[in-house]
């Protein structure tokens, strides 16, 4: 056959058509494999076989091509000569096929840009789970917890990566079976699985960066070292790490990954023994200890610049949680935090313990704030600095920002409750209560049984005067005498639907378990007032005294403790001693503006708007309300639905200024 009329021939029965359609839709294939295979966990030898079968089936279509040709009747054999409209009709479908073929190709190409823009950003994301503990002695699992948060606090300290909150990774197992879901929980790319064996001065770690998607190993390595090499070590598994996640390293950071926090093992030692009962929780017991082992770690090596700025932190901790008010205890947060600043001033842990000093001793918010921001680029996936500034522009009354701020910290802290907690609260506290409720639920669809989140939850609908809510919620929580939010909760509810013995009851098993002082003495107030309301003053008289007494002791070492003058205001007007509580509560109010503090000061006003109610003093009580109602919320929440229910104001049911106030319409 001549070139010219084979070639011709060709064109008229379409086979250049035919085989881009199948170029287009090979090419198609290959792509959906490759993309979807790895999701739905199918091997990789699939994807080799699709690829196969596609260009072994490209002749075979082509040969087709050449053999038949589509009608309208059907697909029939070509004729030699062909027949009339058929080319036409064939090469129109064609081309319509190949149109339709290249704008779905385009498509792909977009979605995979978009899709690749994502991931490129996702894959530099890692969390780094729970160590596995291989030592024989079961007590060394503080050591593997520490290796663990080390190697994490490194990575951490990379901007270009973005790097999940120990406080999130701590709840899942050390291998855990689905690193897909895991991933997707956590919202990174790639996890890090490990293990470490200690035996006497010698370590055996063993670490794996899996791709969460897929399970793919992306590197894995066992280490042998002996105990004073553990810095380098830790240094190198992050060094490795952050080169196979392609990250970019600044000067700084690459100093920061390799420095050294001491050269002596036994103080190290102790060091990790002190963060492990640090991450214990906020008790006294825990921060005793954690106290303990730091000492120890600073008297085998006084020039431990990182164990003096965490001695330091806990102890201002210790001191704004009112578990140690006193003036000795400042002090010991002072000169820790003066010590670890004279050995490394540039230390970001030294830097981080002045900004939680500023913050939790010294009330200087802005200045607190400003540290805080200095401290994001040297700490750019610290979720706590996030969360702490979120609670200073709170504080200064910045909502705004501090939901961003709090937002933020999620992010790098998926997985913890408190967190969320905060982060739905700060809506409450701006009274969007349906914007509160919702993030409530958010955070309820992981953990569905939380005492807390329940009552955070029911504490909303007290605040709009949906007591039958509340009730279904309340009737959920397993009450735990030391979950307070629940315990509040539950003597709101007393008081708002005026059900006073099963509250009674209740309050007394609980006090009875309460070592906390302040916290004991703010029960027993509670309890007071339900046996007062229930017709029972001789009673609450007694309970009243009691914590009194308890209190006015404790506040001679804690002069300045806003908690316990609230309380002591409420109690003296429990007692009817008018001049004790207008004092204890005009004190906490000068203490502690609104104008400073948009919170603290709120719950002070609050106080004094309450005793001021209790001695009849209707023409400063009802503008206090009136003033409250302009305020950020908060506990006990002030709004016109409790206006109308809680029993407290039934001295001012009859004033029409009152009643006035009852009918506000939520701003």
């Known amino acids: ?23 287009l839709v090979g090419w198609l294939l290959i792509q959906v494999a490759a993309s979807t295979f790895p999701f739905l966990q199918i091997p990789s030898w699939a994807t080799r076989l699709v690829i196969g079968l596609v260009v072994l089936a490209f002749p075979i279509a082509l040969i087709l091509a050449w053999a038949f040709e589509l009608t309208p009747a059907g697909i029939k054999r070509t004729e030699p000569d062909g027949t009339s409209g058929s080319v036409t009709r064939r090469g129109g479908k064609l081309g319509a096929i190949i149109a339709g073929l290249a704008l779905a190709i385009a498509a792909l190409f977009i979605f995979q840009f978009l899709r690749g823009k994502e991931s490129s950003a996702n ?17 060394n699992a503080y050591f593997a917890d520490g290796v663990q948060d080390e190697i994490l606090t490194r990575l951490a300290r990379i901007g270009d990566l973005k790097v999940i909150s120990r406080t999130s990774t701590q709840h899942y197992k050390s291998a855990p079976e689905n690193l897909r879901e895991v991933g997707r929980q956590l919202g990174v790319a790639h996890i ?7 035996s006497g001065q010698s370590i055996r770690v063993n ?13 894995a390595e066992i280490y042998d070292r002996k105990l004073t090499d553990v810095f380098a070590l830790q240094s190198e598994i992050a060094s490795t790490i952050a080169d196979a996640l392609k990250a970019k390293l600044t000067g700084d950071e690459k100093q920061v990954i390799a420095q050294k926090l001491t050269e002596n093992a036994e103080a ?12 214990e929780g906020n008790s006294a017991a825990s921060a005793e200890k954690a106290v303990r082992a730091l000492e120890e770690a600073v008297q085998l090596d006084p020039k431990f ?31 820790a935090l003066q010590t670890a600043l004279r050995l490394q001033p540039d230390l970001a842990e030294s830097q981080l313990a002045q900004a939680f000093y500023q913050y939790w001793i010294s009330h200087e918010y802005e200045g607190a704030r400003d540290s805080f921001e200095r401290l994001r680029t040297k700490m750019p996936n610290n979720a706590d600095i996030l969360e702490v500034l979120g609670y200073i522009t709170r504080r200064q009354g910045f909502w705004a920002e501090a939901d961003a701020y709090l937002n933020q910290a999620v992010a790098l802290n998926p997985r913890d409750r408190s967190l969320r907690v905060q982060v739905a609260a700060g809506w409450e506290f701006n009274r969007n209560y349906p914007e509160a409720l919702r993030l409530y639920d958010q955070a309820l669809k992981i953990w569905p049984d939380d005492a807390t989140l329940l009552a955070r939850k029911a504490g909303v609908y007290q605040a709009t005067g949906d007591l039958d809510k509340a009730d279904e919620l309340l009737e959920k929580i397993a009450t735990n005498p030391d979950n307070a939010a629940a315990v509040a909760r539950v003597y709101d509810q007393a008081l708002l639907r005026r059900r006073y013995p ?23 107030l509670w309890l007071g007032d339900l046996q007062r309301l229930s017709g029972d003053p001789n009673g609450a008289k007694v309970v009243y005294a009691q914590a009194r007494a308890e209190l006015e002791e404790l506040l001679k070492g804690q002069p300045q403790n806003l908690d316990i003058m609230n309380t002591l205001a409420l109690l003296c007007a429990g007692l009817e001693d008018k001049e004790a509580a207008l004092k ?40 206090a309300l009136e003033r409250l109602l302009k305020l950020p919320g908060g506990r006990p929440p002030v709004t016109p639905a409790t206006l109308r229910l809680n029993p407290e104001f039934d001295a001012l049911r009859n004033d029409p200024r009152f009643q006035k106030l009852c009918e506000t319409k939520e701003p």
């Open 584 to 623: 204890y509560a005009e004190d906490a109010v000068r203490l502690m503006p609104t104008s400073k503090d948009a919170l603290a000061g709120r719950a002070a006003e609050m106080t004094r708007a309450i005793v001021y109610v209790r001695f009849g003093d209707r023409d400063r009580a009802i503008p």
């Open 207 to 219: 670490v794996q960066l899996i791709r969460a998607e897929t399970d793919a190993h992306v590197w």
């Open 192 to 198: 890090l699985e490990g293990s470490v064996q200690k």
């Open 268 to 279: 190290y030692d102790a060091y990790l023994r002190a963060m492990a009962f640090n991450r």
């Open 1 to 23: 056959m001549d070139p010219k009329n084979f070639f011709a021939e060709l064109k008229r029965r379409n086979v250049y058509k035919v085989a881009v359609a199948y170029a």
């Open 123 to 139: 894959d530099k994301s890692i969390a780094v789970l729970p160590f596995e503990n291989r030592s024989e002695d079961k007590e």
């Open 502 to 524: 099963a509250a009674i009851t209740f309050l007394r098993s609980t006090i009875e378990q309460i070592d906390s002082i302040p916290q004991r003495d703010e029960y027993r």
């Open 305 to 335: 610049a990182a164990a003096w700025a965490l001695l330091s932190r806990i102890h201002s901790r210790v001191f704004f949680n009112n578990i140690d008010g006193t003036e000795t205890r400042r002090q010991k947060a002072e000169q």
